[in-house]
């Protein structure tokens, strides 16, 4: 009989008990988020912007999308990578190194928005 055994369906926004695993007003399954109202239930990331982000900045798409330490992670393997291959490569295979990161990045950080939105 708690209040807190409940939660809202995401689809209708009926109230439902918060076993259910199935909404029993629109049948939809239910996701695994218990006891949020429906217009707050899912935070959504744009997932073009996080990839842009870590084209432009290797790492900010992450820290965008609030994995920080992912983000942090990835700006630093690049410098480190950059300060590490410094006097090998020269600076058009350096800048290569440095795109592909991007690129990496950025598909990375697409991926996690992706995640956060499902
Ligand atoms: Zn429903």
């Known amino acids: 009989m708690s209040e807190e055994k409940n939660k809202y369906c995401p689809y209708c926004g009926v109230q439902i008990d918060y076993k259910y695993t199935i909404c029993p007003s629109c049948g939809k399954p239910q996701p695994k988020i218990e006891g949020i109202p429906p217009t707050h239930a899912v935070k ?26 992912r983000g942090v992670f990835f ?42 939105n499902e």
């Open 44 to 69: 959504r990331k744009n997932p073009a912007l996080a990839a842009a982000l870590s084209l432009l900045i290797t790492g900010a798409g992450q820290i965008y999308l609030g994995r920080v330490l």
């Open 75 to 116: 700006l630093g393997t690049v410098l480190l990578l950059g300060y590490l291959l410094e006097d090998i490569l020269t600076f058009d295979e350096l800048m290569i190194v440095g795109i592909a990161f991007s690129v990496i990045s950025a598909w990375d950080a697409y991926s996690i928005a992706k995640k956060i």
